[in-house]
């Protein structure tokens, strides 16, 4: 029954999604986005989220930019599960989303906050700054080498 190229159409949409904290990726990149799923013919969808974390005030945004977009798109019915079980972790970022994020001159996430590395001079002489930065989500850095303030992506 299912369509797999439908499946990939609606995956396309959701990619379209910015994330509320960082617009330079979507909920797709930042693996917020788990499974979707068409239930009958009438299009009617389950998406399965997993927030990146427990009271992240962007809980509720996520699911209200999710509906938004597929309401958009021609799916006026939409379940959205949260499914906190395994927990999101900084790790389902992509290589290719920690590349952009790198880009942008916000320092990925890396494993225990140990190595954080300086976007721009990828210099790993940084010193924390502030516990936030620009949003909750991340933390205020400074480079001891290039002397450049930048956004961590915290480690959750
Ligand atoms: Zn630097």
Not at 107 to 128: A, F, H, W, Y
């Amino acid at each position: 029954m299912v369509n797999p190229e439908h499946t990939a159409q609606i995956w396309s949409i959701l990619e379209q999604v910015p994330d509320p904290e960082i617009p330079i990726i979507n909920l797709v990149e930042l693996g917020v986005i788990r499974e979707v799923e068409i239930l009958n013919d009438q299009n009617d969808l389950k998406i399965t989220i997993t927030p990146t974390y427990t009271g992240c005030p962007a809980k509720k945004l996520f699911e209200d930019l999710i509906l938004e977009k597929l309401h958009e798109n021609g799916y006026p019915k939409v379940e959205i599960i949260s499914k906190l079980n395994p927990a999101w972790t900084t790790e389902w970022l992509s290589e290719k989303t920690k590349e952009k994020l790198m880009k942008e001159g916000i320092s990925p996430p890396t494993i225990g906050d140990r190595i954080v590395q300086c976007p721009l001079c990828k210099s790993e002489n940084t010193k924390m700054v502030s516990a936030f930065g620009s949003t909750p989500c991340q933390s205020l850095y400074t480079c001891n080498e290039c002397k450049e303030p930048f956004n961590y992506f915290k480690c959750h």
